[in-house]
């Protein structure tokens, strides 16, 4: 399966349809090079602020209930464009109306047969909490695209262990990261939870990201980082880690992710740590005492 990841160049569409266009052109990019699945960034859909008065962009709260006007397009846009281009279709993140003035950072997936699902961003990061208006999912998903299973871990959600340990105990194969970092640090934390993730599983983690400047946008203004796509370090597999990655200004990182090899390199494998995860979990382990030296 090939799967690509976007280094998305962040811009001020004039209004819907210039923002449905870009999308379009750089989906096709991608399927012209034969990718089953595309990965689009967080907080893609912040991008349409750029259409709103300039008042109301400078203000998060307020592009973000103008946002809403939005929602029905983009399901539509994203799900005629995963049927057309007959590819599965991660479309980055939507910041959502949950209701009571509160919204979700919620990453749709479609797929070329017409279908959908979502995943909820489940941790805030202190820019998230700061907003005030946005709240964390309340539940855990593993989907399921041409017999491969996948979990979506939404950017700051990659860098706990747990949830997408229980992703990959239920069959998950392949972590998708939709991500947005406004500083070197933020992408170098994203980047190390991908590889950690990939390591401990013994996963690929395909990892799309922002790029560019939006002065304009409070969420958008700096993005740092590349795409890339991880495999677990070991045998059989880069020592680094890395499959594709972005280099310099290029737009898209693509991989052929090969799961049955994935599965078979868990014979010669030079460490499992998926296999040894339950050793950590003996009852003398799960606490530290404070031991006094003689």
Request: with cysteine; proline share 5%; charged share 20%.
């Amino acid at each position: 399966m090939k799967v690509a990841v976007v280094r998305y160049p962040v811009e001020a569409p004039a209004d819907f349809a210039a923002f449905a266009a870009k999308q379009a052109r750089l989906l096709a990019q991608a399927a012209a090079r034969g990718a089953r699945i595309a990965v689009l960034p967080e907080y893609l859909s912040l991008e349409l602020g750029a259409t709103f008065a300039p008042a109301v962009r400078a203000d998060l709260h307020a592009s973000l209930a103008a946002l809403q006007a939005c929602h029905d397009a983009w399901r539509t846009l994203f799900g005629d464009l995963a049927r057309e281009l007959r590819m599965h279709v991660v479309a980055g993140s939507f910041l959502l109306d949950a209701g009571h003035g509160r919204y979700r950072n919620r990453s749709y997936w479609f797929t070329p047969q017409g279908a959908h699902g979502w995943q909820d961003k489940l941790q805030l990061t202190g820019f998230e909490k700061a907003v005030g208006v946005i709240e964390g999912g309340d539940a855990l998903k593993v989907f399921e695209a041409d017999g491969v299973r996948a979990g979506v871990s939404i950017c700051y959600d990659s860098e706990f262990p747990l949830p997408v340990r229980a992703q990959c105990e239920a069959g998950a194969r392949l972590l998708i990261v939709p991500s947005c970092t406004d500083t070197e640090a933020g992408a170098t934390r994203v980047r190390v939870g991908c590889l950690a993730r990939a390591l401990e599983n013994r996963v690929f983690v395909a990892q799309a990201v922002t790029a560019g400047q939006a002065p304009w946008s409070p969420a958008l203004d700096a993005n740092t980082g590349q795409a890339a796509i991880y495999a677990p370090m070991d045998a059989g597999f880069p020592a680094d880690g890395v499959l594709a990655r972005t280099v310099g200004d290029e737009v898209w990182a693509l991989a052929d992710l090969d799961f049955a090899a994935l599965e078979a390199s868990r014979a010669h494998a030079q460490v499992a740590n998926d296999r040894d995860w339950p050793g950590q979990q003996q009852p003398a382990l799960r606490h530290a005492r404070v031991q006094a030296l003689d």
